[in-house]
């Protein structure tokens, strides 16, 4: 089976640029995650949907920054615009179907923002 | 509150020497889940384990084996006979029950020497 994809796997832009970040979770869950990994702040959870509805974004660092699921199988991050700080690893994660409460994680986008 | 220390920020070894990464958490749930995730050089976050907190059995897979003590709420994972593909970055989480939210540790990176 496959699992958590995300694409790009690096996307380099420069700054007041808009990113699009995507993510397929695994076919049959029904909860997704977007997190942020950085060095200072370790991993950072954004965005949690459940069922296709954001629950919780409490995470999300600002209005520059906006996720969607519009459906089970996709789900987008974007950000816009872009700034040099928001350089970082987003991880997209899911969870559910017979698995507990473990969530399994995509390989992760590098953002780089010039 | 919740919280998840792992004290070891980075851990060397020589190969074939066992190392004991250790996981202590806070919590005041009577149900909780307790996770090991490792993240490779490469960067993805892969899932290892998931222990419930009525289940204090220790576990082993392989050379991978789980010590979880509710008593001194500790779930430590040790490696027997590393090797250079252990090096990574490994994080203990937290999870409570009918929670979404991951409580990450900050992780701890291990270093295999040939």
């Known amino acids: 089976d496959a699992g958590v994809i995300q694409s790009p796997r690096h996307e380099v832009t420069e700054m007041g640029q808009e990113v699009t970040l995507r993510c397929k979770p695994i076919s049959g869950h029904n909860s997704l995650f977007w997190y942020r990994q950085t060095m200072m702040r370790g991993l950072e959870l954004l965005i949690y949907f459940n069922n296709n509805v954001p629950i919780d974004d409490s995470g999300m660092p600002e209005d520059r920054f906006s996720a969607k699921m519009p459906n089970a199988s996709f789900s987008t991050l974007k950000i816009q615009p872009s700034e040099p700080r928001d350089s970082a690893v987003y991880f997209c994660?899911?969870?559910?179907?017979?698995?507990?409460?473990?969530?399994?994680f995509g390989p992760g986008t590098r953002l780089t923002v010039l | 509150a919740q919280k998840v220390t792992q004290a070891q920020t980075e851990i060397s070894v020589v190969e074939k020497e066992d190392v004991t990464l250790d996981c202590v958490y806070e919590t005041r749930d009577t149900t909780y889940y307790l996770f090991w995730y490792k993240q490779p050089p490469s960067g993805e976050l892969v899932f290892l384990i998931r222990r419930n907190s009525f289940d204090e059995q220790n576990e082993i897979s392989g050379r991978y084996s789980w010590n979880f003590q509710k008593s001194t709420s500790s779930f430590n994972f040790t490696i027997t006979a590393s090797q250079v593909v252990d090096s990574a970055v490994y994080f203990c989480?937290?999870?409570?029950?009918?929670?979404?939210?991951?409580?990450f540790g900050s992780g701890t990176r291990l270093l295999v020497r040939p």
């Open positions: 989480a937290l999870n409570r029950d009918s929670s979404y939210k991951l409580i």
């Open positions: 994660a899911s969870r559910g179907g017979t698995t507990y409460n473990e969530q399994f």
